[in-house]
């Protein structure tokens, strides 16, 4: 008997196949009397230890070659099962069945091989796959593929007889296993297994929700390698670096122009991120997520109408947060708040004007500090005095009281505010390339701070 248990939701829920007494059991077919072979691969039972228990006891002793380790994850929730054939087409090939329940089932168009030794059922659909390619790349296969299986002359309930055909020579007698997941997500996971890597597209709604389909499952199965190819695939829109995110936003500002739409139409929904990255413990895609999400006012976060940018029509619908990311969402958004008023209150100090015989460091907030390349000095201080009084009423009006694009994003602001005294038109370009230089080391802080911000474990 196999059974096992699935913690996932919080309550137990076992899956549990027997094999029947000796002779013609449920779901096993003998063709034309012949004796079937049971598919190599699986031994002959020796005892009746569980998939749950023999699947942890194999992986325990093998933890430390796989990166990720099936006591981190919830058991994979999996049976073996029943199958029958039913009555034949007009091509003379016989229907599957259920042998419990009589539903029938549909042979993957592009994933049924006839010469596959494993047929994995995902909801109505069925996958003949090869145990050898399933064992290469995930340590679960690996280890669920040593289960002790009943011998020859016992029931064989759960086991499906392939005919003999150009690719298998005589009928064959291989097992069926059920996976209790989404059958285009096991779809996409086995054509990345026998294609030459996934064909990941460019990180849109369509592209992420096949994508996080691999990841689940990657992650699920221990398939370490495809897991660390969908990480990385993800991280180009939801990196962990300064300078990848400015490229992030480089593509989302094209997208917006070129489609007018908004830009946060052009990848999915943080929370979609936020709460794939939980489920596949990734937090190096949450910084991002986070502080992209934080970049909103909480009604569109929450209650977006047609015109807001996280607005998702359908079929696509809006997930939901977590209460404890929702708490670290809106303690973010105030430190995000806080920064961007620090940074207005910087510019208006008395330590931006670049005089002759200023020392290096000016304070906290200096926005002007003398490079290793230039020594240059402001050539006007009174004036520069003056713009830069008026750049700090600009920029209050702007984002603290008109609340103007940009208004919740400390790092737009900060690239702004370093844009306002532009060296190729101001008068004194000593100060304009000080203040360049600041907002660039304001930019970088921020990014350090983000971590912190939102009580992310990557702080």
Known sequence: MYEMEDTSEGHPRSSTSSGASAGNAA?????????????????????SSTLASFVSQSQHSRRARSTRSMATLNPPETKFSSLKYGDKDELGKAS?????????????????????????????????????VLERHSEFFKDMFTIPQPSEGQGQSDSLVIEGSIMRHSPQLIPVITLFDRAEDVANLLNALYDIG???????DDDFRVVSGILRLATKYIIDELREMALTHLSTAWPSTLKAWDLREDLARSYEIDFLVPAARRYPHPFAVINLAREVDSP????????????????????????????????????????????????????????????????????????????HMLG???????????????????????????????????????????CYDPLYVAEELGQLKSAEISECKACAKSLEAWAAREREKIWRLIPFWFRLDTA
């Open 27 to 47: 779901g096993t077919i003998h063709l034309n009397g012949q004796q079937t072979k049971l598919a190599t691969g699986l031994r002959p039972a020796r005892s």
């Open 364 to 406: 906290q907030y200096s926005l002007l500090r003398r490079s290793s390349s230039s020594g240059a000095v402001c050539v006007s201080a009174a004036a520069c005095r003056k713009d830069f009084t008026e750049l700090v009423e600009l920029a209050t009006q702007h984002y603290m009281f008109d609340r103007e694009r940009g």
């Open 284 to 359: 190096s895609l949450l910084l991002s997520a986070f502080y992209d999400l934080s970049r909103y006012s909480y009604s569109q976060i929450f209650e977006p109408h047609e015109d807001d940018p996280l607005y998702r029509p359908p079929p696509h619908e809006t997930p939901s947060l977590s209460p404890a990311d929702t708490s670290r969402l809106c303690v973010g958004k105030e430190h995000t708040q806080q920064m961007i008023t620090t940074m207005i209150q910087a510019m208006g100090n008395g330590h931006h004007i670049r005089q002759a015989g200023q020392p």
């Open 198 to 204: 996934p064909a990941f597209g460019d990180n849109g």
């Open 96 to 132: 599957i069945l259920d042998a419990q329940t009589g539903v029938r089932l549909q042979r993957h168009k592009g994933l049924w091989f006839e010469d596959g030794s494993v047929v994995c059922r995902v909801e109505n659909n069925l996958f003949c796959v090869h145990m050898s």
